[in-house]
């Protein structure tokens, strides 16, 4: 299988930073194993930035009722939490891969900060956005605008976050998103937010290392 191939001015000193483009699932998928798999206590914590190629993906514990139909969209199953989602084209997908125990945090927390960074993000541009304790991620107006899922392995996490910005939101139909019957979607340019990827990634960095930085405090 193909691996991802890192240029040198691609990764930033402190928290190594990867803009990607975008990269295919399942070779990503491979690589942030790999990664989890050979590090060590002092191997810095990274955040790749990408997008996919059109794929749905199902949780670990995913039930296959919700798929609703079969499209030409290939399903793969994964090894993070949750249910369904669709990746796509001008969706901005931010992989965390983090020592959890080097940051003292635990995953309800770090959930929680995944999804205040992206609440912060938005508040940038005067949006509206909240979390809710049964169903991860991030709402406006009670339609999703971001997905989240982890995999534990080893006390370091892997997987992200998916935010909707400039995207083709038909595929959604076809699913259950995330488990939810009729749950809508939304994306930040029909909130009004013309920002492109490239600002939008960098904003979202900032503000998961703002959160992370903060360390545990529930």
């Known amino acids: 299988m193909e691996n991802l191939r890192f240029k040198p001015e691609q990764v930033s000193l402190a928290m190594k930073i990867r803009e990607l483009g975008t990269v295919d699932y399942l070779v990503t998928w491979q ?35 919700h798929l609703l139909y079969q499209n030409d969209i290939p399903v793969i199953q994964t090894d993070r939490g949750g249910q ?21 945090l635990n995953v309800r927390e770090l959930v929680r900060k995944m999804e205040r960074a992206v609440i912060d993000l938005l508040q940038e541009y005067h949006v ?5 304790v049964d169903a991860p991620g991030v709402y406006v107006s009670n339609a999703k ?33 995330c488990g939810y019957a009729g749950l809508r979607v939304t994306q930040t340019k029909n909130l009004g937010i013309d920002d492109e990827m490239e600002v939008l990634g960098l904003k979202m960095i900032k503000k998961l290392q703002l959160k992370l930085a903060e360390g545990s405090n529930i």
């Not at 798999?37 to 296959?64: F, K």
Request: neutral net charge; aromatic residues 8%.
């Open 31 to 65: 690589a942030m194993k790999e990664f989890t798999a050979h590090r060590t206590e002092y191997t810095p914590d990274e955040i790749w930035l990408l997008q996919h190629s059109p794929v749905y993906t199902q949780g670990i514990a995913g039930r296959p009722e």
């Open 128 to 132: 509206h956005a909240e979390g809710r």
């Open 145 to 177: 605008i971001a997905s989240l899922g982890l995999k534990i392995k080893n006390g370091c996490c892997y997987h992200g976050i998916a935010l909707n910005v400039d995207m083709d939101l038909t595929p959604f139909s076809a699913i259950n998103p």
């Open 84 to 104: 369904i989602t669709f990746h796509g084209p001008g969706q901005l997908i931010t992989y965390l891969l983090l020592d959890l125990r080097r940051l003292k």
